[in-house]
């Protein structure tokens, strides 16, 4: 698997690098925000499907790449108009976007991927009382006040919206139907292992600090951490943006 952050400031301004569907889909938001984002995840994917798949990164090559969802919501790749062999997942959070590529066949098999990226901030006792289970809620309750449990409470919802979509359900699932369990210590290369339970087995997942955020995966499969693409922004270093309140719509 692969790893990669972007920000909302390195996407072009130009819309070479996107497909005629894409550029579609711009033209018809409406509002700064959600345009924003969308060209966020969709430049922070295309760099990762270019990089995982050869191709040059260059606006024509990522031209030919698309990002399309299934019916659940799930996004997927195509280049050329063929679905291409890899899974993808993608989140977004304050101007900046994480995208988790899959190996494609052949290479080792990740199976289905998810990943997510909140900021480490105050999560009221109510969100924690209504969406974690009481093992979760144990865990942010032993951490100490302020920034450890802010990170606690966050890494814990990270890592259920990261196994939510391993699953192809994302939101519309009981948060409490997945259980997040955290091992061992953090590695040299940053990321730190941990599991997610449900009714269907046992996900095995990431998740890593940078600065202000904190970023999870899942897989439906035992797995290396990712690596991280020489094309990735320095996530640690990065602030959060929410350039769209100068001007709320397009």
């Known amino acids: 698997m692969w790893w990669l952050a972007h920000g909302e400031h390195e996407v072009p301004s130009t819309p070479d690098w996107l497909t005629g569907h894409e550029r579609d889909h711009v033209a018809s938001i409406r509002f700064t925000?959600?345009?924003d984002e969308f060209l966020t995840r969709r430049w922070t994917a295309k760099q990762g499907v270019a990089s995982v798949l050869g191709l040059d990164g260059s606006p024509s090559s990522l031209a030919r790449i698309e990002v399309a969802h299934h019916p659940s919501g799930a996004p997927y790749a195509l280049v050329d108009?063929?679905?291409?062999?890899?899974?993808?997942?993608?989140?977004?959070r304050a101007?900046?976007?994480?995208?988790?590529?899959g190996a494609p066949a052949g290479v080792g098999r990740s199976g289905r991927v998810g990943v997510d990226l909140e900021i480490v901030e105050p999560r009221t006792p109510g969100f924690v009382a209504d969406f974690f289970t009481a093992h979760e809620r144990a865990r942010v309750d032993a951490a100490p006040d302020g920034d450890q449990r802010d990170e606690a409470a966050n890494l814990i919802w990270s890592a259920k919206e990261a196994a939510l979509k391993v699953r192809r359900v994302g939101l519309r699932a009981d948060t409490r139907s997945v259980e997040v369990h955290l091992h061992g210590s953090c590695r040299p290369d940053g990321w730190s292992p941990l599991s997610v339970v449900d009714a269907d087995g046992e996900m095995h997942g990431?998740?890593?600090?940078?600065?202000?955020?904190?970023?999870?995966?899942?897989?439906?499969?035992?797995h290396e951490p990712p690596r991280t693409l020489a094309t990735s922004a320095r996530l640690a270093d990065a602030t959060p943006r929410h350039s769209w309140l100068d001007r709320p719509t397009c």
């Open 33 to 35: 925000k959600r345009r």
């Open 81 to 92: 108009g063929a679905v291409a062999d890899v899974e993808v997942s993608i989140s977004d």
């Open 95 to 101: 101007g900046w976007a994480v995208c988790l590529v």
């Open 206 to 222: 990431w998740w890593r600090r940078d600065g202000v955020f904190v970023s999870a995966i899942a897989c439906d499969v035992p």
